[in-house]
């Protein structure tokens, strides 16, 4: 459905004698934050310390987790480009998260991917799309 987030989680928590199940919990935002979290560890130690500009592919609730998580483990972030499949989306992100992180400058990419994320320091691809995004030149 358009405007639905389109990945979701859940988290069975179950008892520990005979691992009967006991709750049954929606876990989207808990699958959010642990991807982002794993973003960024990533980006700690595998991207240029100095690095400024991250571009993304995607702007959904993945990106924005995404995101914070790496403006937290690297704060020199300067400049987030955004490309998402329509101008709303992207419009959504920096709306949600330039209220979150103010010091950050954010470039809409208006949907080209290339302009998202060539020159980009650190690339986050942040979508459930199949088909490839990323050419190797």
Partial sequence: MHGMQNLSAVI???EIKHGFPTAFMEGTLCSNVQVGTMGAIAA???A????????????????KMHLIAMKTVL???????IAAKEAAEEDQFVKEISAILPSLRFEKANSD???A???ADVIVTATSAQAPLLKAA
């Fill in 48 to 63: 240029k310390q100095d690095s400024e500009t991250i571009g993304f592919i995607g702007a959904g609730e993945q990106a």
């Fill in 44 to 46: 700690k130690h595998l």
């Fill in 12 to 14: 069975i928590l179950s």
């Fill in 113 to 115: 991917l290339e302009k």
């Fill in 75 to 81: 704060p020199g972030r300067q400049v987030c480009r």
């Fill in 117 to 119: 994320t060539s020159g």
